[in-house]
């Protein structure tokens, strides 16, 4: 598992998809998203209808919520049976809107941080070419 400290909105939930996959993939998702281009969703689920690649669940876990269902600190965890996937999700979302990216238990270095972007490079540029990667929602 990843963990990515989010200081800002995150990138509309379909450019995951076109991350992990490509543009107009069949996919399952569930979430938080209160309308398709939400940049303050807390919680994603992506499982592709198209194959077996293992699913993903990007989300902020109850320790960071208070009482009262405020969120108090954005810091995801990315978790998927594929550590490839949970790889290029956790790195996309650190360029994207993190504040720092960690395992379960320790902060990634920077040479580590930068052999992810090196490893996931094809991804990541297929995701900043998504229609969706700089959707601002119904607001913006």
Known sequence: MFKVKANRDRPDFRVLIDLLFDAGRN??????????????????YIRDRESDASSVTVWVHEDHWDDDDNCLELIFHIESKDIVTEEAVA???????????????????????????KKHAAKIQRANESQWHNSMGRNG
């Open 91 to 117: 790195i996309y979302l650190y360029n994207y809107c993190g504040e720092h990216i960690s395992t379960e238990t320790e902060r990634l270095r920077d040479d580590e941080i930068a052999s992810l972007r």
């Open 27 to 44: 996919v399952d998702t569930s979430g938080n998203c209160r309308f398709p281009a939400d940049r303050s969703w807390t919680d994603v």
